[in-house]
């Protein structure tokens, strides 16, 4: 039911900062953990950044925590990503997704997410 649509990518430099937003977000027990994964054609995909809409937790890839920060406003109805002080390593494609918790919590697990947006390049120069 949900369709998630990504904006914000783009190209910087080692550094600089982006922000990614993730339309579509829907409030239900089956879009509970919502957040971002990336994949580069040189590596596997993997788990960003995941919050749960209900508890307001916020789990974070250790690549990336102290960088990037997962959000989303009073309505619900958006997911941000800020990403901080990009590095080359950062360059991938970026897509939302959404998924239900398990064990009452939301895992950076790429397979625990069941709808998926198509994705925003970043690319990250030295």
């Known amino acids: 039911q949900v369709h998630l649509v990504e904006s914000g990518g783009g190209a910087g430099q080692a550094g600089e900062a982006l922000r990614l937003s993730c339309g579509g977000v829907e409030y239900t027990s089956s879009s509970e953990c919502v957040g971002w994964c990336r994949q580069d054609p040189g590596r596997e995909r993997e788990g960003v950044a995941r919050r749960s809409q209900f508890l307001g937790t916020k789990t974070y890839a250790d690549s990336v925590t102290g960088r990037f920060t997962i959000s989303q406003d009073n309505a619900r109805t958006t997911v941000e990503l800020q990403m901080n002080n990009l590095q080359p390593d950062d360059t991938a494609m970026y897509s939302c997704?959404?998924?239900?918790?398990?064990?009452?919590?939301?895992?950076?697990?790429?397979?625990?997410?069941?709808?998926w947006g198509p994705g925003t390049q970043v690319t990250v120069s030295s």
């Open positions: 997704a959404a998924g239900r918790a398990r064990s009452g919590t939301c895992s950076l697990r790429h397979s625990d997410y069941s709808d």
